[in-house]
């Protein structure tokens, strides 16, 4: 069934867009039984994908996405080319009648992309109908977000606060025309089913399928506090590193804005580090995060002339938009610390070293009177270093594994080891995620570890996490109980594996493993090659493979094709005799005898058939 109508959600920034994308890509299948169809290959928010396709006079919004996921400017055509692929293909399969795009990103589209774009659909779907969604905010409430999410991530988006409306939604207006739908992000938001109920709502869902929904609530508004810390890690190690003007020249090969600067990933960063820290109670109930009452007031004022533009062409009206001046709010109570404190496990070494110098630079962590019930004596938080007595013996006995204190309070330190392997135990409940071993290499690359378990401790999983990096991983021993065959790989998330050696081509590599009798002992070592040498040495490895594959194949080719000849062959030999029999037979029935003797043949069938009927029944 062909799509006949598109319906593209183009935000705008911090209404609601995520929770929308989210809702959308977890609930392909109901989509799909009510004739939608949502593209989860190009992942929940489209933004870079959709940028990447349309976006030529606006490529900055797409580079952000494409420095994150690794795709150079080399790459961006066979990644544009594998994506069409995927629409064309997805809707030839389907049997819906409606396509979804989301991607908040579009609004900020230039007059051109968004022509590309309308052509595009028409080009791959034939004559199908638009539909533009927008959310708008007012802009004071609209602002603070932003600036939130720039302390956050500074490449965000371009702060445009004096000309937001007109820019983002008026070539959309003239493009698409009445296809433009403009709804008020305020009023969206008190429907009854929410944000998201009023989405499905206006593109046409009925109420009752909207109620079996799975909503997904995303990147909702962050506490003061965690935006605080967010800022203070985006400052010290940001996630994108500058290489300079010159760095083309040193292989960076990616620019993420228009200032002649390239940029790069920052390789002690990965994508999803900081989510331990939404996900803590602080980050949800501290103190709001919120503008200055005198910068509330000068944004309304700068955004005057929009918000009339916008009043005139869609009817809602910001322009006199209460402000309220409110005294500040108490940060950093004692519930929302420990709570951050909680998420410290979770967090990477970077992110870890960063945290704590944060708090001491807040005077947090000194032991006095009013934090004393929450933290030990002195100036390290109990939470923070707390294993479990089994583990906490553990780092005492095994030389290879430093002291916890030192693993992460020693201010002396020059750096911050730029790699480290992390094991998980499996005590019954699940992975104890407070209770992570991290095992640093020497300097030959190895890392051991040696670990003793009670049986009472019933362990008969882990998961042991080799590096932080897409590596080559040589699993040189591992030993459960002194023995070497009462465990299996449950399960790995490695692209290639060559014996004991695993390749990942992906950050944050993993291998489970699952033992037939509960562990007493754990013993691994293993190498470990973030480098390009060991990826080197796996392409000579795929390469003599592959050689081996094709020569196989040759033979096998070989095999086949004198198969097919011999079958040929023998083909034009019956050939050969059925064309010969058939002469003879033609030879046969053109002869002058055949023909004389035609009268005697026609008597002779007579006779038989007076013949048959006279004889007697039996």
Not at 93 to 99: F, K, R, V
Not at 410 to 419: H, L, M, V
Request: net charge negative; with cysteine; charged share 25%.
């Amino acid at each position: 069934m062909a799509i006949k109508k598109v319906i593209i959600h183009a935000g705008m920034h911090k209404t609601g867009s995520s929770s929308i994308q989210e809702t959308l890509f977890y609930n392909k299948i109901r989509l799909n039984e009510n004739g939608y169809l949502y593209l989860t290959e190009w992942g929940s928010n489209q933004s870079g994908v959709l940028t990447n396709l349309f976006g030529h006079d606006s490529p900055q919004w797409a580079r952000r996405y494409n420095i994150e996921n690794h795709i150079d400017i080399a790459m961006i055509e066979l990644f544009n080319e594998s994506n069409t692929n995927i629409l064309v293909n997805s809707v030839k399969h389907s049997n819906c009648e409606t396509l979804i795009v989301s991607g908040e990103d579009i609004c900020l589209f230039e007059r051109n992309d968004v022509n590309y774009m309308k052509e595009y659909f028409y080009k791959h779907l034939g004559d199908v109908v638009f539909s533009i969604m927008f959310y708008v905010r007012n802009p004071v409430d609209y602002t603070a977000s932003v600036y939130q999410q720039f302390m956050i991530t500074p490449h965000f988006m371009n702060l445009k606060t004096e000309q937001n409306f007109k820019f983002s939604l008026e070539k959309f207006m003239d493009v698409f025309g009445k296809a433009t739908c403009v709804y008020k992000f305020e009023d969206a938001i008190h429907h009854p089913l929410g944000l998201v109920g009023h989405f499905l709502e206006s593109i046409g869902m009925p109420a009752a399928e909207i109620e079996k929904f799975r909503v997904i609530k995303s990147n909702e508004s962050r506490s003061a506090e965690v935006v605080e810390i967010l800022n203070e890690i985006e400052a010290k190690q940001p996630q994108i590193l500058s290489a300079g003007i010159e760095g083309a020249k040193k292989g960076a090969k990616f620019d993420l804005l228009d200032d002649g600067n390239h940029y790069v990933a920052n390789p002690l960063r990965k994508l999803y580090d900081i989510e331990p820290l939404f996900k803590v109670e602080g980050a949800k109930k501290g103190a709001k995060f919120d503008l200055p009452y005198n910068e509330k007031v000068r944004i309304q004022a700068l955004a005057k002339e929009d918000s009339l533009w916008l009043k005139e062409k869609t009817g809602i009206d910001y322009s006199n938009y209460k402000i309220e001046e409110k005294e500040p709010p108490e940060t950093y109570s004692r519930d929302t610390i420990e709570s951050f404190i909680s998420a410290f496990p979770l967090l990477t070494f970077p992110l870890k070293t960063i945290f704590l110098d944060f708090f001491r630079q807040k005077h947090l962590l000194t032991g006095d009177d009013k934090f004393r019930t929450l933290y030990a004596e002195g100036s390290v938080p109990w939470k923070i270093y707390h294993f479990s007595r089994e583990v906490d013996n553990l780092l005492k006995l095994t030389p290879d594994l430093r002291d916890s204190d030192r693993m992460f309070y020693d201010n002396n330190r020059e750096s911050t080891p730029a790699n480290y392997a992390e094991l998980f135990i499996d005590y019954g409940n699940g992975l104890a995620l407070d209770q992570i071993v991290q095992i640093y290499p020497n300097a030959e690359s190895r890392l051991r570890c040696a670990i003793k378990f009670d049986t009472k401790d019933n362990v008969k999983k882990f998961r042991l996490d080799p590096s932080l990096y897409a590596s080559v991983i040589v699993l040189k021993d591992l030993r459960v109980n002194d023995k070497n065959d009462n465990y299996t790989l449950a399960y790995g998330n490695h692209d290639d594996c060559f014996g004991n050696m695993y390749v990942f081509f992906r950050d944050d590599p993993q291998l489970w493993f699952e033992c037939s009798e509960t562990v007493t002992s754990l013993f691994f070592e293993l190498i470990v090659d973030t480098g390009s040498y060991g990826f080197s040495f796996c392409s000579k490895k795929w390469s003599a493979g592959m050689q081996q594959q094709l020569y196989a194949l040759g033979h096998a080719n070989s095999d086949l094709q004198q198969q097919l000849c011999a079958l040929n062959n023998s083909n034009n030999e019956l050939q050969q005799q059925l064309d010969e029999e058939s002469g003879k037979n033609t030879a046969l029935l053109n002869s002058t005898s055949w023909r004389l003797m035609q009268p005697l043949r026609t008597v002779m069938d007579w006779l038989r058939k007076i013949a048959g009927k006279s004889a007697p029944k039996s």
